[in-house]
């Protein structure tokens, strides 16, 4: 409580002003108990005198200057209304800052401008923080509630709270987009995606424009957004409450319906919505009363293109969303349904006919027109058991038309809440904890208050009370944690006004007994009202108006508000005709039908158990009466679902959120007080200002107490430790405030009362004014003395020189005295110092010996426990392994045991399952015919395949028979030439002849030499085949080791495929169901219809509609006829496309079929053979489609016959068994889908289980068949490489030798056998310790050796294989080591490395400068080149990774927090901002400079170890500084504790450290340096004079590089810690914000930096020198001795 003494001459004081509610003054003179006028200075310089006769009259004290712009009001010493307004006013106006707390509540004022105070740099800088480091932000709330939600696990609740345009759905989205940030990855996920998604839909079909907002939310919702374990985001519900559905057909002047309407009337040219009929808005009776159809700046149809697009993220198909745009556009349609009133005075009413609009609306919506319009002109009764049709006037028509289409839109309205709900629920997981964003309207009050403004503030009132328990409370836990003796804090409980409301006999059960009166009105409510509350029991909040008996007034918490009755019967009945809702349930729209099926869902939704259900979305009457005719009124439905909330609201942890709209005029940063204060008192923030001063509001530390008035405290040194700390307040409080009732001391702080601070401050104030006088008091006796010393000094100068002539004479006699005393002491010295020196060496002596054996001794006990030490080691490694492997033998056993039981029971299930079989004869007839003829086929194939092996056998024996032809011919012509040569004649014969025979006998050995090597070629030939049945022989016995895995996954994903089918089948059932279900309402319509039309006439007739009643309709299935599908016969052709075999694009008929190709080429002709005719091969070789040789490439005629017969009898095999194989395959696929068929429950026979084993067998010689077939064609293809051989080797060898001019020497040779072992050794499996003590690059020059090695042997397609492969490992070492940072570096210098090396011998570089004498690769490597390219930079962007969250949690401790001066700063010199939550972490010792410095030497060392190249160095450590400056200005930009000048010296400090290491590491050419101007400029922005305007001019010049926005944000931050230090002035801003506007320096507006901006890297190319492998160290330990040197 303030006192009296306070009220002295220059003080400020608060007085009540008409216009601006509160104004400030200044008192002239010092007040006295006496006076009886106060002589106040106004603001416009006018004198007043404000009777205080009393101190109870006295005006409310100002706060001192320096909480002036506090971002805490708690923290405020006079906590009142003029003191909350004054500090938001200074905060929104001359700070710019629309955030202000209070306590636990953050006050957000609508700036009606955009902010650049929301980017993802912003979240990045919150995120983490304590909020009270932070300047006040919603995102420090949600901050708040995430870090209390994953560290206590407990629920979280977000309430924002506001009036109409104040702020509530943008403050809302904004929580939700920073809680799905930081809830997720730096990129959003699908759970966020859709989190945020739901925001357009909700926008779009609950928001409207009012009088007050463009955008204003007319429906409150809580959304709970679920969180794992670990904090991730994962799914989200939605509740809904009490939405405004009277807007859809009457809006207000000025106002519109809901969006959603607008923004479809506004895409009616879009070819999809044509068949909507649609018009423009003013067209329609429910979009244009209010007059403004469109709002400026807003585009309706772009809106409705985000509400699409949010519907497809949510899951939403697209022609879903035309039934829902359907349903709102029948809306509009219904409102122009023209009804006429006829009869009587109006007591009848018609529907015209040929109503377009009812045509439109029936056929959008899918029912009958007819039936339509009489339903919405007459009525049903019931009476005496008897169904009446009374028609209904005209005013009444209107009325239950206008009741239909708000009940469509309410159902429509739910629904989609419903469907948003489905799309973020998390259907396989369970959220840990949640936090609940509750955007709900605030205290309303109008000059007409009807049914909505008091749902409203009954809703607030409850929120209010739960408000005031939860501050109350919170109070309490500080009192008792700081364990602090106190009184109970009595608060203002509106429980009273809650009672009147929900109570017995309250305003609510009232309602509802009226509402159930057959003739009750609002006027006999509001009599009832009055007797119960006014009358006979008067209730103190409930009063009726003077004037008017049709209204009544209640005390709310935050002022009076007068109801109108009128209205709120029919709005809390909410009444819909049963007769339409039947005909809408009846609609041919599958999604209308779904809305009406059951009864209607309400516009609140409940929740219970996390599940949302709605409550009823109006009562729909009828004429038959029944126990549920009685519906829940909406009273009733708010008042649950209002519980419901409170339950869930007390349950969890709150944050609030309080939206103050500032002016009505929607201006930018313009402030109304009046509106303001209204809105404080409405939502709760000057009570919870009462609360706090109430109690002690003031609460310091110790150790600020003592440092901000250490002066006040006599004796007390600077504080070094707490408890001295604590002992000196403690001492000197009670003597400056004499009352003890002022103030309280806590375990770690000191309350004070309200104004205590102020008593203090004057206090200080006087003591400092008292040390002035006494500094000017010991200065003027400091003169005076110095002058009597001056002059005492001259005379002591003139006795020195007398004296000193004497003193010579004496020291003369001295000086001679001394040196005869100089002589003896030598003497005596040089006797001394000789014994002493003997004496000292054979003491040295001794002891060196005595040393000596005692070192010796204990080295011979050392060595002995060493000995004993690694004797129990050995023996305890013995028996600890033995123990081991015992132990592990008994697991082992125990696993194979368990893991044997599990394999034969999935075994015994396996084979019931296989034998479900026989139950598909129960699902067809004559299956066992078609088995039998399954298994008949099965045999057939068998023999063919007996067959084809006797033709194989066949063609072997002829291939044997052939060849011992080619023998005997061999031997005939032998014998030709003997006979020859004995029948030659005598030498007699002429010279010509035997010149003839001489030439044929040479023809004759050479055709004798080629035969025999034709010979010894087939018998090669045939021991190669026999090589080759042995390796397929082998494949053979690999493959049955892997059948039984093949038939398991077969026959899983059978059971999928049937599952699927399942799950199909009753979709569809459940469709047809619901058909049928409407139909037969349609069917009761009509039959009822039908009977009226009757009763009409005065006579009954058999109406053809009626005849269907004898025929009872059944939703059970139809009875499958004869012609019912049953199961696919079981054809090899039945099988889809899809499961031939891949390589069946190459296989010919060999019954040549028109799907063979052509014949080959026709090839030149040698002439027959000697041996015999090609004719007989040829023919056959066209049969089977097999390409003829070249005869160029065969040696002979008689080889290339033999050839030709090879590759014939191959294909013919070939063939027969791939066609097996297909056949083979159809029957396996065709037997296992009747064998996975559902059961149908007969036995199973012998002959199924014989085709079960059938099966198992055909396919395993099918996986035989297929694996021979693959050897035999690689067989063919070998063979045809091996021919051409002899003619492409010496071609390639020429062309090598032709591109190599230069044979290059110094190579490594690797094998292709060890490229696998080597890439394995050297780069993934090789070790962290091995591979850093490797010489650098080491990697790189050993594989680039190896390359060069295979591209100087001309296999380029290996060559290009091996560096794709190395590539490979490289990438994947990369990613093994992701978070080391040394063997990133190693592999980041490797990549570029071969890079180099590779560009270096491309044949890119051959010719150009200083490629002379090198030898150019002759492969095409640009490929690799790329991919080594990408790698670097992938190696370097996780590096800098690695490094930058080593950096993210300790830049900003380090650079702004760490005091690296000691004692510079200090926290004393201002009060605290802010109080400290219970649940928020404690503070910590920040880490300092050194250890931002120990990971950037980490990262420096781990690249000079890899010599990587220092432009790259440069590059990395730019980006890193980078980082550094953003977060820490980021930081510095959103924390007004760090804005003073000590903290901006500590900065510019810890900067020079910085930059100080960057220059010993010569790290400043690359930018690293300058990176960190932007902080630089800051601290010295910080530093300099702000008071004119040359200064003004200096810091703008100086700040060249900070934004306008910085400077003046920094500026405003500005908090003086010391009284050295003076606030920065609002003409100190302005002229700076004049020089800001003439600095065209184009520079775009920005606030914070964006910490995610990478620069681009550049890879510099360092061309290797010249590489040879006699240079090249390779440790034993990379294992790759293999390697031959070339």
């Not at 082998?1034 to 994903?1053: G, H, I, M, P, Y």
Request: aromatic letters at 6%; one cysteine or more.
């Amino acid at each position: 409580m303030a006192t009296v003494e306070l009220y002295t001459k220059g003080a400020t004081v608060w007085i009540h002003d008409p216009d601006a509610v509160w104004v400030s003054a200044q008192i002239l003179l010092t007040y006295r108990a006496e006076d009886q006028h106060l002589l106040l200075l106004l603001n416009d310089g006018r004198e007043a005198r404000l009777p205080a006769a009393a101190p109870s009259e006295l005006p409310l004290l100002g706060n001192p200057a320096i909480l002036e712009g506090a971002n805490d009001l708690t923290a405020l010493s006079f906590l009142h209304e003029p003191a909350v307004l004054h500090n938001l006013r200074v905060r929104f106006l001359d700070y710019s800052s629309i955030y202000t707390y209070c306590g636990i509540v953050l006050v957000a004022i609508n700036p009606y401008d955009q902010l650049p105070v929301y980017g993802k740099e912003v979240i990045d800088a919150y995120s983490g923080q304590d909020m009270t480091d932070m300047e006040p932000h919603i995102f420090s709330v949600a901050e708040e509630a995430y870090r209390t939600m994953t560290r206590e696990e407990e629920n979280q609740s977000i309430i924002i709270s506001g009036e109409s345009g104040s702020g509530k759905t943008v403050s809302a989205k904004f929580t939700m987009r920073y809680l799905a940030v930081v809830g997720g990855a730096s990129e959003q996920t699908s759970v966020e995606e859709r989190v945020l998604a739901s925001n357009p839909i909700m926008e779009s079909i609950g928001n409207a424009k009012t009088t007050r907002n463009d955008n204003s939310s007319r429906f409150g919702k809580y959304i709970e957004i679920g969180f794992g374990v670990t904090g991730e985001m994962f799914g989200a519900n939605m509740r809904t409450y009490l939405l405004e559905k009277s807007r859809v057909v009457f809006q207000a002047p000025s106002e519109r319906n809901y969006h959603v309407f607008y923004q479809l009337c506004a895409s009616r040219a879009l070819p999809e919505m044509r068949a909507l009929r649609l018009d423009s808005a003013e067209q329609f009776r429910y979009t244009n009363p209010g007059g403004d159809v469109e709002i400026p700046g807003n585009d309706d149809k772009a809106d409705l293109e985000r509400t699409r697009k949010a519907f497809t993220v949510l899951g939403v198909p697209p022609h879903q969303q035309m039934e829902l745009f359907t349903i709102l556009s029948a809306v509009l349609h219904l409102g122009n349904v023209d009804i006429q009133a006829s009869g009587r005075g109006g007591d009848r009413s018609y529907i015209d006919p040929a109503d377009s609009s009812l045509a439109v609306f029936s056929m959008l919506l899918g029912v009958d027109g007819p039936q339509m319009a009489h339903w919405l002109c007459h009525r049903r009764l019931a009476v005496g058991g008897e169904t009446l049709v009374k028609p209904m006037a005209g005013q009444r028509a209107l009325e239950a038309r206008d009741a239909l289409a708000k009940h469509i839109y309410g159902q429509l309205f739910t629904w989609t809440v419903h469907r948003l709900n489905a799309a973020l629920h998390a259907p396989r997981r369970r959220p840990k904890s949640f936090i609940g964003v509750l955007d709900i309207y605030g205290f309303e009050t109008f000059d007409r208050n009807s049914f909505e403004q008091f749902c409203i503030n009954y809703a607030n009132e409850k929120l209010q009370q739960q408000f005031n328990r939860h501050v109350f409370q919170l109070e309490q836990e500080e009192y008792v944690r700081e364990e602090l003796a106190w009184s109970r804090i009595e608060f203002s409980d509106n429980q009273p006004c809650i009672d009147l409301i929900e109570g017995h006999l309250g305003l609510l059960d009232l309602l509802d007994e009226e509402g159930r009166m057959p003739k009750g009105s609002d006027e006999n409510w509001a009599m009832k009202l009055y007797d119960q509350h006014y009358c006979s029991n008067p209730h103190p909040y409930f009063s009726k108006p003077r004037l008017s008996n049709s209204a009544f007034i209640l005390l709310h918490f935050a002022d009076e508000v007068q109801y109108e009755c009128g209205g709120f019967l029919e709005k809390n009945r909410d009444t819909v005709f049963e007769e339409p809702i039947n005909i809408l349930r009846a609609s041919q729209s599958e999604l209308v039908a779904e809305l009406f099926q059951q009864p209607a869902p309400g516009d609140c939704e409940a929740v219970a158990g996390g599940t949302s259900s709605s409550p009823t979305n109006g009562s729909l009457r009828s004429g038959r009466r029944s126990h549920k005719e009685h519906k829940l009124t909406v009273g009733f439905q708010f008042r649950q679902s209002l519980q419901q909330l409170m339950g869930t609201l007390n349950s969890t942890t709150p944050h609030y959120v309080r939206c103050i709209k500032p002016n009505d005029l929607k201006e930018p940063f313009l402030f109304d007080p009046r509106r303001t204060v209204q809105q404080l008192r409405a939502c709760g923030v000057l009570e919870t200002v009462r609360i706090s001063a109430a109690g002690f509001p003031s609460r310091w530390t110790y150790g600020d107490f003592f440092q901000r008035y250490r002066v006040l405290l006599r004796g007390a040194a600077p504080p070094r430790d707490q408890e001295p700390v604590q002992a000196a307040c403690r001492r000197a409080l009670p003597r400056l405030l004499p009352d003890p009732e002022r103030y309280r001391f806590g375990r770690t702080k000191v309350f004070l009362r309200a104004g205590q601070v102020a008593v203090m401050e004057r206090l200080r104030a006087e003591r400092l004014r008292g040390a002035a006088v006494e500094v000017q008091r010991r200065a003027r006796g400091w003169l005076a003395r110095r002058r009597y010393g001056r002059v005492r000094w001259a005379a002591a100068t003139l006795q020195r020189h007398c004296r000193g002539a004497l003193g010579r004479r004496l020291a003369l006699t001295l000086r001679y005295t001394r040196a005869a005393l100089v002589v003896q002491k030598t003497y005596r010295m040089v006797a001394v110092r000789r014994l002493y020196l003997t004496i000292g060496r054979a003491a040295l002596t001794v002891q060196a010996f005595t040393h000596g054996m005692l070192a010796r001794r204990r080295h011979r006990e050392a060595r002995a426990e060493r000995a004993a030490v690694r004797l129990q080691a050995a023996v305890r490694g013995w028996l600890a392994r033995r123990a081991y492997g015992r132990v592990r033998r008994a697991v082992v056993l125990a696993q194979c045991c368990a893991r044997r039981r599990a394999a034969h029971r999935r075994l015994t299930a396996l084979k019931a399952e296989a034998r479900t079989v026989e139950k598909v004869r129960q699902l067809n007839k004559g299956m066992e015919v078609k088995l039998m003829q399954l298994q008949l086929r099965a045999d057939q194939e068998a023999r063919d395949s007996a067959s084809l092996r006797e033709t194989l056998l066949c063609e072997r024996v002829a291939h044997a028979a052939g060849l011992a032809g080619l023998q005997r011919d061999v031997r005939r012509l032998e014998r030709q030439r003997g006979e020859e040569e004995a029948a030659r004649a005598p030498p007699a014969a002429p010279e010509a002849e035997l010149e003839e025979r001489r030439r044929a006998e040479e023809r004759a050995a050479q055709e004798t030499l080629r035969l025999t090597q034709d010979r010894q070629a087939l018998l090669s030939e045939r021991d190669l085949l026999l090589r080759e049945k042995e390796e397929l022989s082998s494949c053979l016995q690999e493959l049955q080791q892997t059948q039984d895995e093949c038939v398991r996954q077969a026959v899983s994903r059978s059971g999928a495929e049937l599952r699927a089918e399942l799950e199909e089948e009753r979709r569809k059932y459940q469709g047809q169901l619901r058909e049928f279900t409407r139909l037969e309402q349609r069917y009761d319509n009509l039959r009822e219809m039908s009977q009226l039309t009757e009763r009409a006439q005065g006579h009954r007739r058999t109406d053809s509609i009626q005849s269907l009643g004898s025929e009872p309709l059944s939703p059970g299935p139809a009875s499958p006829g004869p012609a019912s599908p049953g199961l696919p016969p079981l054809s090899p052709f039945s099988l889809p496309s899809g499961g031939a075999f891949p390589e069946a694009v190459d296989r010919v008929s060999v019954s040549g079929t028109p799907g063979s190709p052509g014949p080959p080429e026709p090839v030149p002709d040698r002439g027959p053979p000697a041996w015999g005719p090609r004719w007989l091969m040829d023919p056959l070789m066209e049969r089977m489609g097999v390409a003829k040789a070249s005869t160029t490439q065969m040696s002979g005629e008689d080889l290339g016959h033999a050839y030709d017969a090879v590759r014939v009898a191959n294909k013919f095999l070939e063939v027969q068994l791939s066609s097996q194989c297909r056949q083979l395959e159809e029957e396996l696929q065709a037997a296992r889908t009747l064998a996975g068929r559902p059961p149908s429950g007969r036995p199973a026979t012998a002959q199924q289980e014989d085709v079960l084993e059938m099966l198992e067998v055909r396919e395993l010689e099918c996986v035989r068949l297929r694996r021979e077939l693959k050897e035999l064609r690689a067989t063919v293809t070998l063979r045809r490489l091996l021919a051409q051989t002899g003619t492409i080797w010496p071609v390639i060898r020429t062309s090598i030798k032709q591109s190599n001019p230069q044979d290059p020497r110094g190579l490594l040779e690797v094998r292709k056998r060890e490229e696998a072992k080597l890439i394995k050794n050297l780069i993934t499996d090789v070790r962290v310790d091995s591979a850093l003590s490797l010489p650098a690059g080491l990697p790189a020059r050993v594989l680039f050796l190896c390359v060069r090695h295979t591209d100087r042997g001309g296999d380029h397609d290996r060559t290009r294989s091996f560096c794709s492969n190395a590539v490979t490992a490289m990438k994947a070492a990369l990613k093994k080591h992701s978070s080391d940072v040394n063997m990133t570096a190693l592999w980041l210098k490797n990549a570029c490395l071969l890079n180099d090396l590779l560009m270096q011998h491309s044949p890119k570089k051959a010719g150009t400068p200083g490629s002379e004498g090198r030898a150019p690769l002759t492969s095409d490597l640009s490929d690799v080149s790329h991919a080594l390219s990408s790698l670097c930079i992938q190696a370097y962007q996780q590096l800098l990774s690695l490094t930058q969250a080593r950096l993210h949690p300790i830049i900003v401790p380090a650079m702004l927090e760490s005091e690296a001066i000691a004692g510079l700063t200090g926290t004393g010199g201002r009060p605290p901002a802010s109080r400290r939550r219970a649940g928020s972490s404690e503070p910590r010792d920040p880490p300092t400079v050194a250890a931002v410095l120990r990971e950037l030497g980490a990262l420096h060392g781990a690249l000079s170890r890899q010599a990587a190249p220092p432009a790259l160095t440069e590059q990395a450590f730019r980006q890193l500084t980078y980082v550094i400056a953003a977060a820490a200005l980021n930081s510095l930009l959103l924390r007004n504790d760090l804005c003073c000048w000590r903290r901006g010296l500590q900065i510019r400090y810890n900067i020079s450290v910085l930059e100080e290491w960057l220059r010993s590491h010569n790290l400043q050419a690359g930018g690293a340096v300058a990176e960190l101007e932007p902080l630089i400029q800051a601290a010295q922005l910080l530093q300099v004079g702000k008071k004119t305007e040359a200064d003004a001019e200096a810091l703008v010049e100086t700040c060249n590089v900070l934004s306008s926005q910085q400077i003046l944000k920094i500026l405003k931050l500005y908090t003086p810690q010391s009284d050295l230090e003076e606030k920065v002035t609002l003409n100190f801003i302005r002229s700076v914000l004049s020089v800001l506007k003439r600095r065209s320096d184009g520079r775009p507006p920005q606030l914070v930096m964006d910490v995610g901006h990478v620069y681009p890297v550049t890879l510099p190319y360092l061309p290797p020198p010249e590489l040879h492998a006699g240079q090249l160290d390779i440790p034993d330990a990379l294992k790759i001795s293999f390697l031959r040197r070339a």
